[in-house]
């Protein structure tokens, strides 16, 4: 939610902030605009409502504004509704700060009384415009220090944020400071930048800092200082950032969604190569990178999976899995409802959280109160350095790359395949399964990833039949067990880029009141990949269709016999079905994905929704 940009070195700002501005389009946003100095000039501040196109278009790309400082900012509004009045920049009257910001003040309104009470006029309804002036009025009360004066605005402040701002007595200088939203810094031997997340400034930097809450930092072109709420300098240690330019460009394909749907053998492949390791014939996990011991593993009698949107359908697929394997207790939370709970917490347990940005903000602060607690936290994360990787006690990365597209496709992919990985390994150390068993699982998910790529080769059959389904005003998933858990997320990737009202639902669920909402023409997609479950999900199918529901069946090679009673079948390689949910997946994505393109909606930047939630 919200994108943040800046620059100061050498070359024009404006261009190298619109093209971060525009890598970080999908995080979800309603408005755009741009500061930019020209030495030791005031700066100059255009704003745009709408798409980054209409900001790009006010400043002819850029090269309409002149100086080699500057901030951007694309706004998903919270706090006033999304006007150009409301988009950021804000600015004093003077222009002595001029400031962007991420996050929520909670208690803007206090501090806008008071800076009234002081003289200020504001302009907007944002909370943004409040933390600027709040900057401005303690610039000038106390030393016109830039960090002392936003340390005194930082303790006053209730909420989060990430603001970076510029002073009028500081040409070439941006100031940062940040508390539970994203930021990171990086810099050459040139210029500074920073970002709300890493694809804005791939192109030009791949050395980074980590900002951590309730610090703050001074850019100049080359050189960036660090500072903690004392004022006093602290030292960071830089991280280079391994992903490579070209995986955050469409790379030929339509849309971000489709190439990562293709990149997910390679996502899950190379996730897959981190953890696991050959071992004669055949392979073994390792997971000595994260410092989780085998005492460790021995020691847990209860897991607690913990996250958000897609991360949370991973969660309910695994609890399957490391329940059917090791016979630990585990249970499924979305972490909006974790955090706000007062359930008894077994000590002896771990706590996984699952985030792709390492910033989600309700599962950062599940985390934190797991941890408080007393409970040993996992996380499983996408971004090396993010907030959960650095709080957790340990650790496992995806290895996906730059996710782009809004509906996430590889990085759930690759959380599947990490979860595979501790089930085994959970499973293992417990005794619950032998090291021969083992090899055999750890082999078989090694399997997944040309497994997909035969399933990516069926996608022309799944775009003809999504047309099927562009007129449609409600679909229905079904399931059970682990398929139940697919049908969430398949439900997820329909309603969210294709706007079309969709549920998943336990399949043994439909005679208690769902199966009154078929009727003549319901479109019913029907996910049977159990063995066991086989039977009983397709007579609920059949319920269905006795009551008019069209009927879409998805299940593995082998089970022909649906045919005779489903209108139209996709089917899925052979594989343990404990690992079937990434496989089932992807035709799954493909079908959103294509009714989205034969509605003609924007597929990878849909209305209203974030890529990154850093904000309740």
């Known amino acids: ?82 006007t150009e009045n409301n988009a950021h920049p804000h600015i004093v009257d003077d222009y002595n700060v001029v400031g962007v910001h991420n996050g929520i003040i909670e208690n803007y309104q206090e501090l806008r009384d008071k800076m009234i009470r002081k003289g200020y006029k504001f302009y907007s309804e944002t909370d943004t415009e409040v933390a600027i002036k709040t900057i401005d009025y303690y610039y000038k009360k106390y030393t016109h220090d ?26 070439g200088k941006i100031f940062v400071a ?29 050395t980074v800092y980590y900002i951590d809450d309730l610090e703050m930092a001074c850019l100049e072109p080359g050189n960036v200082t660090f500072y903690n709420l004392d004022g006093d ?46 071992d004669g014939d055949s392979y073994k996990i390792d997971l000595s990178a994260t410092n989780l011991t085998d005492e460790d593993i021995k020691s847990f009698e209860q897991i607690y999976i913990v996250a958000c949107g897609s991360a949370y359908h991973v969660g309910c697929c695994t609890q399957y899995i490391v329940e059917k394997l090791a016979g630990i207790p585990v249970r499924c939370e979305l972490a909006s409802e974790f955090r706000y709970r007062s359930m008894p917490l077994n000590k002896n347990a771990l706590c996984i959280i699952i985030s792709q940005s390492g910033e989600t903000a309700d599962s950062l602060a599940a985390l934190r109160d797991a941890k408080a607690n007393g409970i040993k936290t996992l996380a499983i994360v996408n971004v090396v350095g993010s907030t959960i990787a650095r709080e957790a006690d340990y650790v496992l990365y995806t290895l996906a790359g730059p996710e782009i597209s809004v509906a996430t496709t590889k990085a759930y992919s690759a959380q599947l395949a990490i979860c595979y990985v501790l089930a085994i390994k959970f499973a293992l150390i417990k005794g619950a399964i032998t090291e021969d068993e083992a090899k055999e699982l750890t082999s078989e998910v090694m399997t997944i990833p040309a497994k997909i790529n035969k399933v990516l080769e069926d996608k022309e059959r799944l775009q003809w039949f999504a047309a099927k389904l562009s007129a449609q005003k409600d679909i229905f998933f079904i399931g059970r067990g682990i398929d139940y858990a697919i049908t969430m997320e398949g439900s997820l990737k329909m309603k969210e880029i294709s706007y079309i009202h969709s549920e998943a639902y336990a399949a043994g669920e439909l005679k208690h009141g769902t199966i009154s909402l078929i009727e003549e023409g319901t479109f019913v997609i029907g996910v049977l990949t159990q063995s066991g479950l086989y039977e009983k999900t397709l007579s609920n199918l059949v319920e269905t269709k006795a009551r008019g529901a069209y009927l879409m069946a998805l299940t593995s090679f082998g089970n022909y016999a ?34 989205s393109c034969a509605r003609g909606l924007d597929v990878d930047k849909p209305r209203n929704l974030a890529k990154s939630v850093t904000v309740e």
């Open 1 to 82: 939610m919200c994108g943040i940009v800046g620059y100061t070195g050498k070359k024009k700002a404006a261009p190298i902030l619109l093209d971060g501005l525009a890598k970080l389009e999908y995080r979800g946003y309603d408005s755009a605009g741009l500061s930019v100095r020209d030495g030791e000039k005031n700066p100059v501040v255009v704003k745009a409502k709408g798409r980054l196109k209409v900001l790009a278009e006010k400043t002819d790309g850029g090269a309409a504004l002149k100086g080699t400082c500057g901030i951007g900012h694309t706004r998903w509004a919270t706090h006033g509704e999304p």
């Open 562 to 595: 649906i045919e005779d009673s489903a209108d139209f079948v996709v089917y899925v390689p052979k594989i343990n079905e404990l690992f079937a949910a990434s496989l089932a997946v992807v035709p799954l994505q493909l079908l959103g994905y294509y009714v």
């Open 178 to 206: 940040r508390k539970d939203s994203p930021m990171i810094i990086g810099f050459d031997k040139d210029a500074s930048y920073l970002a709300s997340d890493v694809p804005a400034i791939l192109k030009y930097t791949r």
């Open 146 to 171: 830039p960090i002392e004066a936003l340390a005194k605005t930082m303790v006053r402040v209730r909420g989060s944020y990430a603001l970076a701002v510029m002073f009028k007595d500081h040409p």
């Open 233 to 278: 300098t602290i030292e960071k240690t830089p991280v280079e950032i391994d992903w490579d330019a070209a995986s955050a460009e469409k790379g030929g394909f339509e849309h971000f969604m489709m190439k990562e749907i293709h990149e997910q053998p390679k996502a899950v492949s190379d996730t897959l190569n981190s953890v696991i390791v050959p």
